[in-house]
């Protein structure tokens, strides 16, 4: 079976203020924020898998007791889970940030607050210094380790995104540095179907709200680090 055809057999769809039911296995491994001493964002740590089977549900409410997944929590809180994010594909939200070798586009309302983009004087500003062939690697791993999909590189010569290589899976993301519990980082581009039966644009990568507090559900827009939320999955 090639890629394509496992990808096309996973998907995430939203239940109408309830979890997000997954079908067709996508892999559930845990992963974390790896930090520097200075609390930069520098790596992704790979944990270990959760036995969840072919088909599960994922807590959205952020109440659940048995997290990461559904307990029915949402109905007995009342959960909101209405979903806010646009449906525009991602060109069409992003701006363009042109460099002399890449170009980076960013859809600032994906942000889920990994803060990989911050370290080394940030990307927003270093897209302009990128000529040589070592720093556009690094650049383009920076980039790249966006988990929602916010920031993307693109090779100027080629004219094409340049992504990571990344297995159809969701990592449920926890942020030691933050003392918070992240998003579900999904990856390889498994489908997502909102409540009212519509997909989202599939993508290589994109975070899900968790915690329940975002503004832009289903994604994840960084509420799990505010300070009146602190998620954390314990």
């Given amino acids: 079976m090639t890629q394509s055809a496992l990808v096309d057999g996973m998907r995430i769809t939203i239940l109408k203020d309830g979890?997000?039911?997954?079908?067709?296995?996508?892999?559930?491994?845990?992963?974390?924020?790896?930090?520097?001493?200075?609390g930069d964002s520098i790596s992704w740590i790979e944990?270990?898998?959760?036995?969840?089977?072919?088909?599960?549900?994922?807590?959205?409410?952020?109440?659940s007791g048995s997290k990461p997944f559904c307990d029915g929590a949402h109905a007995r809180i009342g959960f909101d889970g209405a979903e806010t994010a646009s449906r525009a594909a991602?060109?069409?939200?992003?701006?363009?940030?042109?460099?002399?070798?890449v170009t980076m586009t960013d859809a600032e309302a994906l942000c889920a607050f990994a803060r990989f983009?911050?370290?080394?004087?940030?990307?927003?500003?270093?897209?302009?210094?990128?000529?040589?062939?070592?720093?556009q690697k690094a650049f383009v791993n920076q980039v790249g380790q966006c988990p929602s999909g916010r920031l993307v590189a693109v090779d100027n010569g080629a004219g094409k995104a340049i992504e990571p290589d990344l297995p159809?899976?969701?990592?449920?993301v926890s942020d030691p540095s933050q003392m918070v519990a992240?998003?579900?980082?999904?990856?390889?581009?498994v489908e997502i179907v909102g409540a009212?039966?519509?997909a989202y644009e599939r993508r290589n990568r994109v975070t899900l709200c968790r915690c329940g507090a975002s503004a832009n559900k289903p994604f994840c827009d960084g509420s799990h680090a505010h300070a009146d939320v602190?998620?954390?999955?314990?």
């Fill in 19 to 38: 979890p997000y039911r997954v079908t067709g296995g996508p892999p559930l491994t845990r992963g974390e924020i790896g930090a520097n001493a200075a």
């Fill in 47 to 63: 944990g270990s898998g959760e036995d969840a089977g072919g088909v599960y549900a994922l807590c959205r409410c952020g109440k």
């Fill in 90 to 101: 991602y060109v069409e939200q992003a701006q363009v940030l042109e460099g002399p070798a």
């Fill in 117 to 135: 983009c911050d370290r080394a004087g940030n990307v927003w500003n270093t897209v302009s210094e990128v000529s040589t062939p070592d720093a």
């Fill in 168 to 172: 159809p899976s969701i990592v449920i």
């Fill in 182 to 189: 992240g998003p579900l980082w999904v990856r390889g581009g």
């Fill in 196 to 198: 009212d039966g519509g």
């Fill in 230 to 234: 602190k998620f954390t999955d314990v």
